[in-house]
């Protein structure tokens, strides 16, 4: 199974919005609705922010929201926060039952 | 809020098998699908597999032949081996877990360094 693609880094201002894009094939995110998104900080563990594509876990801010199209999911940030400032990886469930994940984004608050 | 805490050698030879295991704060175990993700240092994050709460099991292909996931119910804990492990195997190994009819990973072991070295 090949890693889903995602942008290296994205970029944006305070108060701005940024779209991160994970694509993949028929074989996982375009065949389920089951892509999570997960915020790294550095030298932390992964935290759950969105699954089953757009759906928010309790407690994760609504600045954070997802969606899919065909092969390819997205997770949209509005209202930047310097906070914001994390690595974010994709993943998504597979025709095998396995699981697999987009290479990261790292996103970056001017 | 359950908590998992992975364990084990921080430094394994190039050839030798990589031992890990995650304990689990509750008592969910029976409960879970029980999952190991690696991240190699300054890379992104890696499916390795998981294990039922009834033993089943499944992994990423490109590790197939070297991984070994079980689980010990009595002892709220699961366990990861890797064989004949190399360099490329030197990870952040983090253990975490899915429900049934879930697709989501939550939540995380705080991860343990790992490092393949003579």
């Known amino acids: 199974q090949s890693a889903l693609t995602q942008p290296a880094s994205v970029s944006g201002s305070p108060g701005q919005s940024i779209t991160i894009s994970c694509t993949g094939t028929?074989?996982?995110?375009?065949?389920?609705?089951?892509v999570s998104w997960y915020q790294q900080h550095p030298g932390k563990a992964p935290k759950l922010m969105i699954y089953?594509?757009?759906n928010r876990p309790s407690g994760v801010s609504n600045r954070f929201s997802g969606s899919k199209s065909g092969n390819t999911a997205s997770l949209t940030i509005s209202g930047l926060q310097a906070e914001d400032e994390a690595d974010y990886y994709c993943?998504?469930?597979?025709?095998?039952?396995?699981?697999?994940f987009g290479g990261g984004t790292k996103l970056t608050v001017l | 809020q359950v908590q998992l805490q992975e364990s084990g050698p921080g430094l394994v030879k190039p050839s030798e098998t990589l031992s890990l295991t995650c304990t689990v704060s509750?008592?969910?175990?029976?409960?879970?699908?029980w999952t190991w993700i690696r991240q190699p240092p300054g890379k992104g994050l890696d499916y390795i597999g998981y294990?039922?709460?009834?033993?089943?099991?499944n992994y990423n292909p490109s590790l197939n032949s070297r991984v070994t996931i079980s689980i010990d119910t009595s002892k709220n804990q699961f366990s990861l081996k890797l064989s004949s492990v190399t360099a490329a195997d030197t990870a952040v190994y983090y253990c975490?877990?899915?429900?049934?009819?879930?697709?989501?990973?939550?939540?995380w072991g705080q991860g343990t360094l790992v490092t393949v070295s003579s």
């Open positions: 089953d594509v757009s």
């Open positions: 993943s998504s469930y597979t025709t095998s039952s396995a699981r697999v």
């Open positions: 294990i039922s709460y009834s033993g089943g099991t």
């Open positions: 975490t877990r899915f429900a049934w009819g879930q697709n989501w990973f939550d939540p």
């Open positions: 028929s074989s996982d995110v375009g065949g389920y609705n089951f």
């Open positions: 509750d008592g969910s175990i029976g409960s879970y699908y």
